[in-house]
T-cell receptor, first 114, second 109 residues
Framework: DVKVTQSSRYLVKRTGEKVFLECVQD?????MFWYRQDPGLGLRLIYF???????EKGDIPEGYSVSREKKERFSLILESASTNQTSMYLC?????????????FGPGTRLLVL | RKEVEQDPGPFNVPEGATVAFNCTYS??????FFWYRQDCRKEPKLLMS???SGNEDGRFTAQLNRASQYISLLIRDSKLSDSATYLC??????????FGKGTRLSVIA
């Protein structure tokens, strides 16, 4: 069974703090993703990675960076947290077989920035 | 125009009812299509893939209309446990999946 784990379920930080969100998957997937989800806005892609040490900007990368030093781990970094980064953050990994790609999501981290 | 569009709902239906959701996509290069389900305060999970010929999984039927660029999900004999948000998802191949904002379904006893 595929498992994607995220380091925290709930996190409270102060404006200006550096925040690390960790994600680990145990299925040897090449692809990993970070999303945020806000009411009425759906899932929005922040960054993704198709290989170790590789990263690509998604739709809303501003204010975020990522790190993929090992295949199983994809970290999201908020360099200086702001209140508008209060959100639910979801990590996912995927495998692609022909035309079919299935994404497996972690349980999410609810981040509150005060 | 958004790449994937869904009616946000909510759809409030009684137990046992049949309910259908549609989703339209704008990019004709889209190759693969899926429905994901997301329960309240949980992560999304794959419900089913959508094939050109249409496919069924128990009470759930998914259909694709490439000419009109829409996909549909039909749920028969709705159960209380079907209450969730249903996300329409489109793949263009070597780029990340594109998720719709979701349609909320509430099945009422």
């Amino acid at each position: 069974d595929v498992k994607v784990t995220q380091s925290s379920r709930y996190l409270v930080k102060r404006t200006g703090e550096k925040v690390f969100l960790e994600c680990v998957q145990d299925m040897d997937h090449e692809n990993m993703f970070w999303y945020r989800q806000d009411p009425g806005l759906g899932l929005r892609l922040i960054y993704f990675s198709y290989d170790v040490k590789m990263k690509e900007k998604g739709d809303i990368p501003e204010g975020y960076s990522v790190s993929r030093e090992k295949k199983e781990r994809f970290s999201l970094i908020l360099e200086s947290a702001s209140t508008n980064q209060t959100s639910m953050y979801l990590c996912a990994s995927s495998e692609r077989t022909g035309m079919k790609e299935t994404q497996y999501f972690g349980p999410g981290t609810r981040l509150l920035v005060l | 125009r958004k790449e994937v569009e869904q009616d946000p709902g909510p759809f409030n239906v009684p137990e046992g009812a049949t309910v259908a959701f549609n989703c339209t996509y704008s990019n004709s290069a889209s190759q693969s299509f899926f429905w994901y389900r997301q329960d309240c305060r949980k992560e999304p999970k794959l419900l089913m893939s959508v094939y050109s010929s249409g496919n069924e999984d128990g009470r759930f039927t998914a259909q694709l209309n490439r000419a009109s660029q829409y996909i549909s999900l039909l749920i028969r004999d709705s159960k209380l446990s079907d209450s969730a948000t249903y996300l329409c998802v489109v793949s263009r191949g070597n780029t990340p999946l594109v998720f719709g904002k979701g349609t909320r379904l509430s099945v009422i006893a």
